[in-house]
T-cell receptor, first 115, second 114 residues
Framework: AQSVTQLGSHVSVSEGALVLLRCNYS??????LFWYVQYPNQGLQLLLK??????LVKGINGFEAEFKKSETSFHLTKPSAHMSDAAEYFC?????????????FGSGTRLSIRP | KAGVTQTPRYLIKTRGQQVTLSCSPI?????VSWYQQTPGQGLQFLFE???????NKGNFPGRFSGRQFSNSRSEMNVSTLELGDSALYLC?????????????FGPGTRLTVL
């Protein structure tokens, strides 16, 4: 069975500060991992995804995430926060190479940026 | 390419009524998934259709149903609406089954049940 835990339902950082959003997963098989962002009154947009290969994944808008199998983590980071980063972020997991799979989303982390 | 479109964007219904929501996927995408998003329960998977067949289903009552047409457009139906069905309903499409590919989300339909 798979599950996703996002630590912290709300994170607040100052503009220009490091953004760190935490995600831990549980999966009995190698996972695909995703980060999505949702701006107010919009659907979700893919930030980045890990399938296989390089464990450090770079996404859009300067975000990146590192797959750490030993820690079952896939934390999202950005070196310098911008006001436009304020949104809700969702981590998601699905089993690798499973045609019968479905993606499991975390409960989301709302990111606020202080001027 | 045009993105995923959902109609209508907003809907107000009363308890006991039924509602049909529509989703047009990105051209060439064969998978359409539906999600319910609420402040209390977060993002919950309803079902996925691929090539007109339901491939996956979440834990929702039978009042929630869907279908997919040969052009990959999908509809979701909720019968006998309850207050708790008030939510943002999101549709997502992907070229292949959702577990193996990136999903592209529409803006959602906000349903309010009075």
């Amino acid at each position: 069975a798979q599950s996703v835990t996002q630590l912290g339902s709300h994170v607040s950082v100052s503009e220009g500060a490091l953004v760190l959003l935490r995600c831990n997963y549980s999966s009995s098989v190698p996972p695909y991992l995703f980060w999505y962002v949702q701006y107010p009154n919009q659907g979700l947009q893919l930030l980045l995804k890990y399938t296989t290969g390089a464990t450090l994944v770079k996404g859009i808008n300067g975000f990146e995430a590192e797959f750490k199998k030993s820690e079952t983590s896939f934390h999202l980071t950005k070196p310098s926060a911008h006001m436009s980063d304020a949104a809700e972020y969702f981590c998601a997991v699905s089993p690798f190479y499973s045609s019968a799979s479905k993606i499991i989303f975390g409960s989301g982390t709302r990111l606020s940026i202080r001027p | 390419k045009a993105g995923v479109t959902q109609t209508p964007r907003y809907l107000i219904k009363t308890r006991g009524q039924q509602v049909t929501l529509s989703c047009s996927p990105i051209s060439g995408h064969r998978s359409v998934s539906w999600y319910q998003q609420t402040p209390g329960q977060g993002l919950q998977f309803l079902f996925e259709y691929f090539s007109e067949t339901q491939r996956n289903k979440g834990n929702f009552p039978g009042r929630f149903s869907g279908r997919q047409f040969s052009n990959s457009r999908s509809e979701m139906n909720v019968s006998t609406l309850e207050l708790g069905d008030s939510a943002l309903y999101l549709c997502a499409s992907s070229p292949a089954l959702q577990g193996t590919d990136t999903q592209y989300f529409g803006p959602g339909t906000r349903l309010t049940v009075l």
